[in-house]
């Protein structure tokens, strides 16, 4: 119930104070940590960008046109922006631009690291940015697969697992066949092992985080040995072709949009589709209310004759074709299967699910972010920064954990997650 | 239609929960279901909605044998059950949470039709007076309004015969009233009503025909014109009950709870507990009034450590618990009964010997070092669920499937048998039966009477004016009265209660002397 009235400057005023007062330990802590990343973020710039070998990076954006930066200055910058930021946030906080600033702060920080890795030589912008978005797309597609899980009530740690045998299968029937028959087989695979899932999960009441690691252990033991025994001493079993980019015509000649968003594989095409359709099917649909309600409240809508279980099986079994659809990404990126291929993405995913609060535009931005993170690193190993490739292959992980731990609190969980739902 | 339920019997792991019961239910007539916490009402109800499956037993709908596999099919079969619990998505509007399972939608793609749901909604809403916003989140409605979008779903699919399980216990007398005219409305539109309730008085008020069940078994009915509560209580529970808390004048002694100008708000600055003062004295009762809404949640919050205030200062004796953590208030011998049992009090997966030691097994010799004594731990868990009258298969049965009122009894049991200084009991009666209620009420008594200092908070005026030694008003997070309960009288605290009048300021040594 509102008790106060705040209609008056004076009344605005004294809840504002209020609130000041009123934050709790928690958010004081949390406001004193974003300062002190504020300052050890200037101390990097300040220890290693300032003293960068100053040579202008040219930062070409497709075509003709490209931005210079002076590396040394921007460095300076750089560093006294946010050693300033970290001061002002330390002693007063940044009460309502606390997000905006941060932001701006990221991203001068980024360029800046972009333009000491690239002193003195060109660094395509509008390429790394092709490069996020195609990075992305494996990732978008897992955490689609995570959303229809979890917005069901169904935990689903077991992504990892589902993407690799979608890799794996879309090699295997791929060569034996074509790729294309390969990405429908994989997703039937990938589907059948979801039902698994569900049917442990739903039927045994196995606690669902347990069946999903089981599943990830299974497939990463069964892919290694079959790609040993099988696929090594079977060359012609494992090589499938790429599929190519397909520019679209028309669009992909839009400057720097064009070369980033259209000259990408139907892979591309088909995530940014699937955000569109699943966001609209969540929340337009009664197939959407259907799978929140049971997500939410599975009581609720058992009691009003809806099906729960059901539900969980085809969702949960939806969601297996679809990462196996993501994980055929692999085979049609590198034309073939390798050991573990897919490297911990799966794991990655359920952090995009998190992060974009088990939204599909949520899941993508975040996507994008890790996406991002993915190919700076490919960059910085190629215009050899100096820093260890150990550590650049690790900056996804890392950048993970940053996030999840700073923006992953406050998400939303759907309520009965990982909850078995009894009928009587 | 005329529903019949006949030689119901359900079996849970050791209890007979329905033990061949027998019942009718007719279009256009109240039925009110009365009888102890776990006799078994909800059960039946459950069977009845196709919820739970008897394990013996049919169920005859105008004479034919039916059989409910799922709720979809008793819902089809024209029952709506309005339930103990609310059954709503928190995070959907009210018209989601209304068309869940019948959704209007256009097109192949089964887009939903938001806009004839909501007029849908707004339709039937209108026709019985239910003034509900069919956009509004679930979330941010009061329970009061929860139950209407709950009774909105039951009109909307049609049903000829609705249950409510226990609809009034979590309603302000203002609901209450309210929710007897919905009642009526719908009786007059010709459907046949089942009303679960622990207030004889309510059965009394609005049955037709009252059904009384003890331990699974139905005793018998009665007619309302023909019995008093007295009568019903005594059918209802097998022994004579007093249902007037017998209590001797008070004695108060040292101030115990001193609470100075403590004001507190919400995380977006909100006011919720405005300058509030009051003490309360060692063997006195006193007791908060208040519509729902007004302060009093929050006020206990903050007085059991759940909740930071921002200015003032709490006091247990000479001790300052104003920053004090829940443990540590515990420590300094405050019980805690809060108000929300399924949420606070109890963690329904655990068993109820675990429950029961659940504040205190890191002390009074329930462990040694890392290591718990649970012989002692079931030993003492046994002994209060004998005092207290737990109705529960074991100790070990988990929390959660005890029957409404036996949960609160478990809280109840733990809270108050410790050696106390200050008892701070939220809504104690929400829900138990009044054998039980005779019971908690004693034992409140008993802890004023033992010395301890007790804040009883109650959105049943009746609760609190039978308990207490001193009523506190609350409105809008403000106390506006502090009265001496002997010079009080109902009327009065009802009109503080809705704002329309406010106390003079007094000091408390005026009050209490
Ligand atoms: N799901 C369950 N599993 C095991 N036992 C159960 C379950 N549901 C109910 N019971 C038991 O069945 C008995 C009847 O419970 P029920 O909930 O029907 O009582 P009630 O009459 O509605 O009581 P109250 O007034 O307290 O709500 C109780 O002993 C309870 O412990
Ligand atoms: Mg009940």
């Not at chain 2, 109705?391 to 109840?412: C, D, E, F, M």
């Not at chain 2, 039978?466 to 009265?483: C, T």
Request: charged residues 20%.
């Amino acid at each position: 119930m509102s008790v106060t009235d705040s209609t008056t400057p004076g009344t605005d005023a004294y809840v504002g104070m209020l609130e000041s007062m009123s934050r709790t330990p928690e958010q004081k802590r949390r406001a004193r940590n974003l300062g002190i990343g504020y300052f050890v973020a200037a101390g990097i710039a300040l220890a290693i960008f300032v003293r960068g070998d100053g040579g202008t990076s040219t930062f070409t954006l497709g075509g003709d046109s490209s931005i210079g930066l002076p590396g040394i200055p921007l460095a300076w910058l750089c560093a006294i922006v946010l050693a300033a930021l970290g001061g002002v946030q330390i002693s007063r906080g940044t009460a309502k631009l606390q997000s905006a600033l941060l932001a701006a702060a990221t991203i001068l920080f980024i360029v800046t690291l972009m333009a000491w890795a690239a002193a003195g030589r060109q660094f395509s912008l509008t390429g790394t940015l092709h490069d996020a978005l195609k990075a992305a797309t494996p990732l978008v597609l897992g955490a689609i697969a995570g959303i229809l899980c979890e917005r069901s009530g169904i935990i689903n740690i077991a992504i990892e697992g589902l993407l690799l045998a979608g890799a794996f299968t879309s090699a295997l029937v791929g060569s034996a066949t074509n790729i294309w028959i390969g990405i429908l087989a994989a997703m039937a695979v990938s589907a059948v092992l979801a039902w698994v899932l569900a049917w442990l999960a739903i039927r045994f009441h196995v606690d669902q985080v347990i069946v999903g690691f089981a599943i990830n252990f299974f497939v990463l033991g069964l892919t290694s040995f079959l790609d040993s025994r099988v696929l090594t001493k079977n060359p012609q079993l494992n090589g499938t072709g790429t599929i190519a980019e397909w520019e679209v015509p028309g669009l992909s000649s839009i400057p720097i949009v064009g070369p980033i968003l259209f000259e990408q594989t139907f892979y591309v095409y088909a995530a940014l589709a699937l955000v569109a359709i699943t966001t609209w099917m969540l929340f337009k649909t009664k197939w959407g209310l259907r799978t929140r309600a049971v997500g939410e409240h599975p009581k609720a809508a058992g009691t009003l004759g809806v099906n729960v279980l059901r539900r969980r099986y085809i969702n949960v079994t939806i969601a297996g074709a679809v990462a196996g659809f993501g994980g055929s990404w692999w085979t049609a990126d590198v034309g073939r299967f390798n050991e573990n291929i897919t490297n911990g993405r799966g794991f990655i995913a359920l952090a995009v699910v998190l992060v974009g609060r088990h939204h599909p535009v949520g899941a993508l931005m975040a996507a994008l972010v890790f996406g991002f993170t993915d190919a700076l690193a490919l960059k910085f190993a190629i215009l050899n920064t100096g820093i260890p490739s150990e550590f650049l292959e690790l900056a996804p992980f890392f950048v993970t954990l940053l996030v999840v731990a700073s923006v992953g609190r406050g998400a939303h969980v759907p309520a009965a997650l990982g909850k078995p739902y009894e009928e009587d | 239609m005329e529903l019949e339920l006949r030689g119901i019997t359900k079996r849970f792991p050791g209890v007979i929960a329905n033990d061949d019961v027998n019942l009718t239910i007719k279009t256009g007539e109240v039925l009110a279901l009365v009888g102890e916490n776990g006799a078994g009402k909800s059960t039946l109800m459950n069977i009845m909605y196709g919820l739970y499956h008897a394990d013996e037993g049919q169920i005859f709908v105008d004479g034919n044998p039916v059989t409910f596999e799922t709720s979809g099919d008793a819902i089809a079969a024209g029952i709506g059950m309005v339930h103990q619990h609310f059954m709503l998505v928190p995070v959907f509007t009210v018209a989601e949470n209304v068309v869940l399972g019948v959704e209007p939608t256009t097109g192949l793609l089964g887009k939903l039709d938001t806009a004839e749901a909501n007029a849908q909604v707004r339709d039937i809403s209108g026709q019985y007076g239910l003034h509900l916003d069919p956009e509004a989140l679930i979330e941010s409605l009061p329970v009061g309004i929860q139950q209407r979008v709950e009774i909105l779903k039951v009109l909307f699919r049609d049903a000829e015969i609705v249950v409510f399980d226990e609809p009034t216990a979590v309603l302000t007398p203002q609901e209450i009233e309210e929710f007897f005219n919905i009642v009526e409305s719908l009786k007059a539109s010709g459907r046949g009503i089942v009303f679960i309730t622990h207030k004889l008085t309510e059965a009394l008020k609005v049955a037709d025909r009252i059904s009384v069940l003890r331990r699974g078994k139905t005793v018998g009915e009665a007619d309302p014109a023909e019995i008093d509560e007295i009568g019903l209580a005594e059918l209802m529970v097998g022994r004579p009950v007093q249902l007037v808390v017998d209590k001797a004048p008070s004695q108060p002694g040292e101030p115990i709870l001193s609470v100075d100008q403590i004001h507190a708000v919400d995380s977006s600055g909100r006011t919720l507990v405005d300058h509030v003062s009051f003490d309360v004295h060692a063997g006195e009762i006193v007791g908060v009034a208040g519509v729902q809404g007004n302060g009093q949640t929050e006020l206990v919050e903050a007085l059991t450590g759940l909740r930071d205030v921002i200015t003032g200062s709490i006091h247990l004796g000479s001790e300052d618990i104003t920053h004090a953590t829940p443990r540590d208030v515990h420590r300094a011998g405050v019980a805690h009964i809060p108000e929300d049992r399924q949420r606070a009090g109890l963690v329904g997966d655990f068993s109820v010997a675990e429950n029961m030691v659940l504040t205190r097994y890191h002390d009074d010799g329930f462990s040694t070092g890392i290591k718990m004594d649970w012989p002692k731990a079931r030993a003492v868990a046994a002994d209060l669920v004998e005092q207290y009258d737990v109705r529960t298969p074991s100790i070990q049965t988990a929390a959660g499937n005890l029957s409404g009122g036996n949960q609160q009894k478990v809280i109840v049991a733990r809270e108050l048998s410790r050696d106390l200084e200050l008892v701070i009991a939220s809504q104690p009666t929400r829900g138990v039966d009044v054998g039980s209620i005779e019971y908690i009420h004693s034992q409140v008594v008993k802890a004023r009477d033992e010395g301890a200092a007790v804040l009883v908070v109650s959105t049943e005026l009746d609760e609190v004016m039978a308990l207490s030694d001193r009523v506190i008003v609350m409105f809008r997070g403000r106390i506006v009265a502090n009265l001496r309960r002997d010079e009080t009288e109902h009327n009065d605290i009802g009109l503080y209660m809705a704002g329309a009048k406010e106390q003079p300021v007094k000091t408390d040594a005026e009050t209490t002397s």
